[in-house]
């Protein structure tokens, strides 16, 4: 898999931490998570889903476990995920210290739910087996105390919340840890990541939480993250969404990719569509995202319809497609003008040539 850096954006400087085999925070690249939603206990299902995930480029796992059968089923599941598995507990400290202890790489809790006596077991447990922690506040459930003293769950209320829980940790020597301050609004999420990047060097965990269905949670969640991303805050991110987890990750990615931070896969550059074009553009790109899916190598496609923006465009693109007249479309490769096709050879064509010019990466 290749990475590529925009060195424009400069990154805030943060401490690394280990999820797994996989570093979050310090030079290390932005990684993409998703979380199943299966039933833990049902192993099969959950693996499927990890396993699914784990081919659309997910990095990190995150699994719910609400009871002791889902700590329990996390031992197998982590023995066989390709991927770090996160654990995801709220108020049951047990079951923590249970997944701690059943392979987990990292612990998602929400210390306020915890308490503070509580959460000094999970944090030994956490030590003992070596692992990561991960601080969530959300606007959905701050503390009571804090939400009188600020009259809403605004991003003063949430930041307040993560420093008395670093606090918290700190005080208990343990610093193994990433924090993410979420709120489904998108102003608020961002303003609170932007102060809480002034006042810490923890990796931060970008994401909105209850963002919403597959279009308005993509939306939300491209402004919000792509806002802070765009500023160097950020370190590993969730896109949230009510849709298939599959598609977290594929948007995850596109927010990386639009942002020149991580590639992976095809980048396809095109136009509209309008009366100009000389083949049917619409169905063209939908068709050539379907069957080039599988490609992981960054490759970046442009498909114009017609000679106003196509040449400029190709000449800028790995592979490139320009409409002309009479049925013949130009091929750019590598920039350069090579040969003309018809309409009906478009699909097929370029799919070769992509799947070509993936093998030499390969090489």
Avoid at 238 to 246: F, K
Wanted: with cysteine.
């Amino acid at each position: 898999m290749t990475y590529n850096i925009d060195e424009k954006i400069q990154r805030r400087s943060s401490k690394e931490i280990k999820v797994g085999n996989i570093s979050v925070g310090g030079d290390s690249i932005i990684s993409v998570q998703s979380m199943t939603n299966t039933l833990t206990n049902d192993i099969d299902s959950t693996l499927n889903q990890i396993n699914e995930l784990y081919n659309e480029g997910a990095d990190i796992v995150r699994v719910s476990c609400p009871n002791k059968e889902s700590t329990k089923a996390l031992k197998e599941i982590v023995e066989s995920s390709p991927v770090p598995i996160v654990a995801d507990i709220h108020f049951h400290y047990q079951r923590a210290l249970e997944a701690a202890d059943a392979g987990a790489a990292c612990l998602r809790v929400n210390p306020g739910n915890i308490g503070p006596s509580k959460i000094k077991e999970v944090i030994q447990a956490a030590k003992s087996n070596n692992i990561s922690m991960r601080i969530g506040v959300n606007a959905g459930s701050l503390d009571e105390s804090l939400l009188m003293k600020y009259k809403e769950p605004c991003s003063d209320a949430l930041v307040e919340s993560a420093l008395q829980n670093i606090q918290l940790l700190e005080s208990n020597n343990f610093d193994e840890f990433k924090i993410s301050v979420k709120a489904s609004n998108v102003y608020t999420t961002v303003s609170s990541y932007e102060k809480l990047a002034k006042l810490c060097n923890y990796p931060l965990h970008l994401g909105l939480t209850e963002a919403g269905t597959y279009l308005g949670g993509s939306i939300k969640s491209s402004i919000g993250i792509g806002k802070l991303l765009s500023q160097g805050i950020g370190d590993t991110i969730r896109v949230s969404l009510t849709a298939d987890p599959i598609e977290e990750v594929k948007i995850g990615f596109e927010i990386l990719k639009s942002l020149n931070i991580r590639s992976r896969g095809i980048k396809i550059i095109s136009c509209p569509s309008c009366a100009r074009q000389a083949f049917p553009v619409i169905e063209t790109v939908k068709t050539l995202e379907k069957r080039l899916s599988h490609i992981t190598k960054p490759i970046t496609l442009s498909i114009i319809g017609c000679v106003v923006n196509g040449p400029g465009e190709a000449m800028n693109s790995d592979i490139g497609v320009t409409g002309g007249g009479k049925n013949t479309n130009m091929i750019y490769l590598s920039g350069v003008a090579d040969h003309k096709i018809s309409n009906a050879e478009i699909v097929d064509h370029v799919v070769n040539l992509v799947e070509k010019k993936a093998r030499s990466l390969n090489d």
